[in-house]
């Protein structure tokens, strides 16, 4: 709803693919899945409460230009001095914010948890394939892979998340899980 009312259109997000793993084949599996991708910008965002860590969340290369578009419903904007890129990137850390507090601050919300965010940063225009090295993430730790889908109802823009969390974070969340589940039994 917070996106829909800052660019006038319906985001559609697609039932997300979970997939729990070490970090240390997160390398492996980010290349594997954001192959059709040459060039990607990425909106990093942590997150900290019983369920902590950091969120990736990856666009395809012009995926900001396609957002600043969506944003000026083709009219001129008002701050032609602007370069394109200052846009794109402060278009894509907003969308990115948005779309990140959605997705984790839902289900935080749902396992009663509360979350707090650190500002977004990006890394814009990056080859898919340098994007995630090896020493980024303790090995030890495990990443929870939200693969989604998102679209606009006037535009396409797609993406994946990527939810890298400690061993830590994993135990509370299973348990929240199963206290989760048990309600509905």
């Not at 917070?2 to 697609?14: F, K």
């Not at 970090?23 to 599996?29: A, F, H, I, K, T």
């Not at 601050?105 to 090896?134: F, Q, R």
């Not at 020493?135 to 998340?161: C, E, H, M, R, W």
């Amino acid at each position: 709803a917070d996106l829909a009312d800052i660019i006038d259109t319906h985001v559609v997000l697609s039932v997300p693919y979970i997939r729990i793993m070490h970090v240390s084949g997160l390398q492996d599996y980010f290349r594997d899945h954001v192959k059709d991708y040459k060039n990607i910008s990425i909106v990093e965002q942590k997150f900290r409460g019983r369920f902590k860590g950091d969120a990736l969340l990856v666009f395809s290369a012009g995926a900001g230009r396609e957002l600043v578009n969506m944003l000026q419903h083709e009219e001129k904007s008002g701050f032609e001095s602007d370069p394109v890129d200052i846009l794109e990137r402060e278009t894509l850390m907003e969308v990115g914010n948005i779309l990140i507090g959605a997705c984790v601050g839902k289900i935080a919300e749902l396992l009663k948890d509360v979350i707090t965010y650190t500002p977004p940063m990006i890394i814009m225009e990056k080859y898919s394939c340098d994007a995630i090295y090896d020493s980024q993430y303790n090995p030890d730790g495990t990443a929870i892979v939200l693969k989604t889908d998102f679209s606009f109802d006037n535009g396409n823009v797609s993406g994946f998340l990527f939810i890298v969390t400690s061993q830590e974070s994993i135990i509370w969340l299973k348990d929240a899980l199963r206290i989760f589940i048990e309600k509905y039994e």
